[in-house]
């Protein structure tokens, strides 16, 4: 619990509650959060180390991995 409270309001803590929400597919469940941070981190880089964009940076980056996961599986399905 002590976790929680010291990243209450960091962009992990975003991505946690996102993973958690009832009406979520299966595919954002199964997205490790590491992965989700790496990405987050890169967008984060890529804008120049912009602070204050966390959140944003947070759930692009598990946009992105959704959305790139959702692809790969298709891909997968049709051969």
Known sequence: MSRSSTTA???PQAGKTTQSA????H???S???DKVALRA???WVQKGCKH???AQDWLEAEA???AEMAKANSGQVRK
């Open 64 to 66: 992105e991995l959704k």
């Open 27 to 29: 595919s954002q469940m």
């Open 31 to 33: 997205i490790p959060q």
């Open 41 to 43: 981190y890169q967008k």
């Open 22 to 25: 009832p009406a979520s597919s």
């Open 9 to 11: 309001g960091t962009a």
């Open 52 to 54: 204050g964009c966390d």
